[in-house]
């Protein structure tokens, strides 16, 4: 996503609210490893101690030190995808406009939201909530996501047990 390509945001936000806004901190997780953290407490063990313990501090480190940013927002007519460090930019893609989208893994162990527009522009967006984009998106967009794509274009396409066998054979 260009610079050029970002417009304000108050300009281009849908009427409305978003049906699901994602931004980048884990927060689910976080909280499902303090729980787990309290009950290793709760155990008295020392080697549920010691896990505890590294449990709560990694996610209150977490929730304290990273950065938290608005990611996307979606709405019943397209995605907001805000600007890499500037929440006051962004562009909005109309589902018209909308390729094809998926979720994938991305470097830092957080997953990315990939999204393919008609125009041949390709958009990552890094987030640790992608499965909850994933979620709503595949309510909105079924067709559009990548996997289901493959999957049609496969339909009708002769089975050949070749196929399977050369992808596992090794390469000498």
């Not at 300009?11 to 049906?19: C, F, H, M, V």
């Not at 997780?29 to 309290?38: K, M």
């Not at 979606?74 to 929440?87: C, N, P, R, S, W």
Request: hydrophobic share 40%; proline share 2%.
């Amino acid at each position: 996503m260009n610079n050029e390509e970002l417009r304000d945001i108050n300009e281009i936000r849908p009427a409305g609210k978003p049906l699901k806004a994602i931004t980048y901190k884990p927060y689910s997780a976080c909280y499902i490893c303090i729980a787990a953290g309290i009950g290793m407490l709760l155990l008295r063990q020392w080697v549920f101690l010691v896990l505890g313990a590294v449990f709560i501090f990694a996610a209150v480190f977490v929730l304290w030190k990273i950065k938290d940013h608005k990611v996307l927002d979606i709405y019943q007519e397209g995605v907001l995808i805000y600007g890499t460090g500037d929440e006051t930019k962004g562009l909005f893609v109309k589902y018209d406009d909308l390729k094809e989208w998926t979720t994938k893994s991305s470097q830092g162990g957080s997953e990315a939201v990939y999204f393919l527009l008609s125009n041949g522009i390709q958009i990552y967006k890094d987030t640790f909530q992608a499965a909850a984009a994933y979620r709503e998106l595949i309510k909105l967009q079924e067709t559009k996501e990548s996997e289901h794509i493959r999957l049609e274009k496969m339909k009708g396409e002769p089975f050949s047990l070749k196929k399977v066998t050369n992808f596992f054979k090794r390469k000498k």
